[in-house]
């Protein structure tokens, strides 16, 4: 009698990522731009804004898009 270990992954298993996750991933890409552009993208949406900011402090560190992304999620 063979053992299999029941945490292993099957062959014939299928993997799907939970439905809506593909959109999240794709919206919250941050466009390169000016601040113009991100800050229309952001529009009111805070999760846009975070993901905008943290972008932001990571990447190009525009002091103005900061302070404007910051102001809309009051840090």
């Known amino acids: 009698m063979s053992e299999t ?3 292993a992954p099957q062959s014939d298993a299928k ?3 939970p439905k809506g ?3 999240t991933k794709t919206e919250l890409e941050v466009p390169k731009g000016t601040v113009s552009e991100v800050l229309a ?3 009111d949406d805070e999760e846009r804004a975070e993901a905008a900011l943290d972008a ?10 900061i302070h404007v992304l910051e102001s809309k999620l009051n840090k």
Not at 56 to 65: I, Q, S
């Open 15 to 17: 993997v799907e990522e």
């Open 21 to 23: 996750l593909e959109e």
């Open 56 to 65: 932001e402090k990571d990447g190009a560190k525009r002091v103005t898009l």
């Open 41 to 43: 993208w952001v529009g």
């Open 5 to 7: 270990n029941p945490y």
